[in-house]
């Protein structure tokens, strides 16, 4: 049972404009939130996180918003560019787990000149 | 830098063949991971370990077994290898906070 989902197996999107990665969790115990980008043929490589105290984590042009009533969190990556086409992960942990991260399927980010 | 190295980067090998991914990290990280990767299901759980000498299965271990003799080394075997086996592999270790996942380059193991 898949407790991290990512509907959207794909998005496209032209340079400049904004990338919106959506991401929704099951369990209410999870209290770490993560985005992971990962290149074809390499390892995923970690992004931008946020703890579930907090409702906004911005890094330059990536935001992460977390929203905990809709169980849902979401990835703003402003101006997008076309070297931001990887395939993204969202993961989710909860402290009792010995750190052990849920992942979603992920999102293929495309942006195109 | 964290460095975690996946022993190989492209295997093949063949149906019924034992197999060993080996994962090192030189970070002294107690928590280390064995994940699968494939198109349209993200990364799968297959073991996971929290210190020398133990493990825990994942969500998907049928098929597979892991060794941890070492803290650095965490190894997986696949004990006879199969078709639906063919995959790209990736190890992760956990930093002391437990929060951020450290990730090896990956394995692509094809069995034929």
């Known amino acids: 049972d898949q407790q991290v989902k990512q509907n959207s197996p794909s998005l496209s999107v032209q340079e400049g404009r904004i990338s919106i990665l959506n991401c929704d969790y099951t369990?209410?115990?999870?209290?770490?939130f993560l985005w992971y980008k990962k290149y074809p043929a390499e390892g995923p490589t970690f992004l931008i996180s946020?703890?579930?105290?907090?409702d906004k984590n911005e890094d330059g042009r990536f935001t992460v918003f977390l929203n905990k009533s809709a169980k849902h969190l979401s990835l703003h990556i402003v101006p997008s560019q076309p070297g931001d086409s990887a395939v993204y992960f969202c993961?989710?942990?909860?402290?009792?787990?010995?750190?052990?991260?849920?992942f979603g399927r992920g999102t293929q980010l495309t942006v195109w000149p | 830098d964290v460095k975690v190295t996946q022993s190989s980067r492209y295997l093949v090998k063949r149906t019924g063949e034992k197999v060993f991914l080996e994962c090192v990290q030189d970070?002294?990280?107690?928590?280390m991971f064995w994940y699968r990767q494939d198109p349209g299901l993200g990364l799968r759980l297959i073991y996971f370990?929290?210190?020398?000498?133990?493990?825990e299965k994942g969500d998907i271990p049928e098929g597979y077994s892991v060794s941890r003799e070492k803290k650095e080394r965490f190894s997986l075997i696949l004990e006879s290898a199969s078709t639906n086996q063919t995959s790209m592999y990736l190890c992760?270790?956990?930093?002391?906070?437990?929060?951020?996942?450290?990730f090896g380059q990956g394995t692509r193991l094809t069995v034929v």
């Open positions: 370990s929290y210190d020398v000498k133990m493990k």
């Open positions: 970070m002294d990280h107690e928590n």
């Open positions: 369990n209410s115990m999870f209290d770490y």
């Open positions: 993961a989710s942990s909860r402290g009792s787990t010995l750190g052990r991260l849920y």
């Open positions: 992760a270790t956990l930093d002391s906070s437990n929060t951020e996942a450290f």
């Open positions: 946020i703890s579930s105290i907090k």
